[in-house]
């Protein structure tokens, strides 16, 4: 049958199930702000402790090739029982996920990066919220070609190591819910 003598409800069918496919298959994916981190992802983190005079305390933790990092700084924080901290790190992923927030939808808009990158910037904080420590950290990847993306970090693979220097501090700091943006932020003032 030549395609001119179908009927033109079957065309039109056809076109529109093509329509709606690739519509689907560009769906951009959204997550919560206060999505939990899955943890169990980061068995290789190594954990030193190099400066611990009075009650501030600094770590390094080296992530090795396959460990999830949100999983691995959440896992640090739970188990050194953290309640205040920031950090840096640099290092390489093999892939990522980071998040662009989308006030509109109250969502991070997730960008894969897949393939090799050099993490050029890792900042973050570290605070409690609803009884538990909450990782906040933005990241920078560059690819071969020098180019740079970055965002808020929702996921991360390391290869071949991360190495984060963390400054754990005295003075617990509690996260509250931000209802205009539906986030969780720091609020100086609880005690």
């Not at 169990?40 to 600094?58: A, E, H, Y």
Request: net charge neutral; charged share 20%.
């Amino acid at each position: 049958m030549k395609i001119e003598k179908l009927p033109m409800s079957v065309l039109f069918t056809v076109l529109l199930c093509f329509a709606f496919s690739v519509i689907k298959a560009q769906a951009q994916e959204y997550v919560s702000p206060t999505k939990p981190v899955q943890k169990g992802r980061s068995p290789g983190v190594k954990v030193k402790l190099i400066s611990g005079d009075g009650s501030t305390k600094t770590y390094v933790l080296v992530f090795a090739k396959g460990d999830e990092v949100m999983s691995g700084l959440t896992e640090f924080a739970e188990k050194y029982n953290v309640k205040s901290a920031h950090f840096t790190a640099i290092g390489d992923a093999t892939t990522a996920k980071i998040g662009w927030y989308d006030g509109s939808r109250k969502m991070f808009r997730v960008n894969s990066i897949s393939g090799q990158s050099e993490i050029t910037s890792l900042i973050g904080d570290i605070a409690i919220s609803n009884g538990n420590p909450v990782v906040h950290a933005h990241i920078n990847l560059a690819a071969a070609d020098g180019t740079v993306r970055g965002g808020h970090l929702l996921e991360a693979f390391v290869a071949p190591t991360l190495e984060v220097m963390i400054t754990v501090e005295p003075a617990p700091l509690y996260k509250k819910p931000d209802t205009e943006f539906g986030l969780n932020v720091i609020d100086p003032d609880r005690q």
